[in-house]
């Protein structure tokens, strides 16, 4: 308890004092560089300005079917600015193994997934990605690790995280829906 406590005032300080999270991650999203499942490279550009949800995926999760949510959840909103983004992560009980090829296959296929998914990237730990040091560190984030798969983090225009929602909150809950809303 008192460790939480010196964790959480430690990463306030650190975020008042310089900005970025503890342990010297990325201060904003332009410090990420950020790689697409094919190996090609997200540009920065294709995020200024849009409300964006990262969503760490899985597909062989029980909550993979949120997959279909969130493919309604981005053509619903797609044209008023958001984009949903997935990060394949195979830290819970192993639940992405797939390579990449794999992984988009399943995803457009099983869901007609069309939004940008990344190269599998690690969310906790000492390997965790700098795209989850900054999100995690960020003051929405609250600096706790992520719980299991389609944990979202919801990124405003202005590139500031906004919110972030337990894994099984659904991506067209209420709460999600309301936070879009307000971000677009």
Request: net charge negative; proline share 6%; with cysteine.
């Amino acid at each position: 308890m008192l460790d939480k406590l010196k964790d959480a005032v430690v990463s306030a300080v650190n975020r008042a004092a310089y900005g970025k999270p503890p342990g010297g991650g990325p201060a904003s999203l332009a410090e990420v560089a950020l790689e697409r499942l094919d190996g090609s490279k997200l540009a920065l550009s294709e995020l200024e300005g849009k409300v964006v949800l990262f969503v760490n995926v899985a597909s062989r999760c029980g909550l993979t079917p949120q997959y279909a949510a969130l493919t309604k959840v981005q053509t619903t909103y797609g044209d008023r600015g958001l984009l949903v983004v997935g990060v394949p992560c195979n830290q819970f009980l192993g639940q992405e193994p797939g390579s990449a090829e794999e992984i988009a296959t399943f995803c457009s296929t099983t869901y007609g997934v069309d939004f940008p998914l990344l190269a599998k990237q690690e969310v906790n730990g000492a390997g965790r990605s700098p795209l989850y040091q900054w999100l995690v560190g960020s003051e929405a984030g609250g600096g706790a690790d992520i719980s299991w798969n389609f944990e979202k983090f919801l990124v405003g225009r202005d590139g500031r995280v906004r919110a972030r929602f337990a894994p099984t909150v659904k991506p067209d809950s209420p709460e999600v829906l309301t936070a879009i809303d307000a971000a677009l």
